[in-house]
């Protein structure tokens, strides 16, 4: 039976066991042997990771020919607008290509959502607001090189679900066995 954790990735987390720079990795909230992340975050990006003892599963979340779906929930630089919200429903070419077409929604801030640290930066004439994107492909920094292409940048990012798989309840460097 394949052994799945779910786990809430805090900001400034590396998804590696080690670091030679010393920073903070999976090694500083897992200590589970013998399993892996399944994809990737990056260390300027929050929320769900997966790391499985399964080879075959961990192909089955990252390998975009299985279109798995994840969520995120982008806070954007600026009132993101319906024409925005559009082209990335649409697909945006970035320098590696088009992406796939994205489900794309403007959201209010999740109330759930814990605070950042650190905090985003903020800038007084410039509000923020939050999308929600599905996307079912895992380009290096997909998103925030979607949401920049649209003219609104990422200011924070949080990864909600990755196919069935969600954060539900669990809080930064919390994780949890999951049901294979």
Do not use: H
Request: glycine share 8%.
């Amino acid at each position: 039976m394949s052994k799945i954790i779910l786990f809430n990735k805090p900001y400034g987390v590396l998804c590696q066991f080690t670091d030679e720079a010393g920073r903070e990795t999976l090694a500083n909230y897992i200590n589970e042997k013998n399993v892996y992340a399944a994809g990737r975050l990056d260390r300027d990006s929050e929320g769900l990771l997966i790391l499985t003892d399964d080879g075959k599963l961990q192909n089955k979340i990252t390998d975009p020919r299985y279109k798995l779906e994840k969520t995120y929930l982008a806070q954007v630089e600026g009132e993101i607008s319906q024409q925005a919200v559009r082209q990335l429903q649409q697909g945006i070419k970035l320098k590696d290509g088009m992406t796939r077409p994205a489900k794309a929604r403007v959201i209010k801030e999740p109330e759930w959502l814990w605070p950042r640290t650190p905090p985003i930066r903020e800038r007084k004439n410039i509000p923020t607001s939050w999308i929600e994107l599905k996307i079912s492909e895992g380009k290096n920094r997909q998103v925030r090189r979607m949401t920049a292409a649209v003219g609104f940048p990422t200011l924070r990012l949080v990864r909600e679900s990755i196919g069935d798989w969600k954060l539900e309840g669990l809080q930064p460097g919390e994780f949890k066995l999951a049901d294979s």
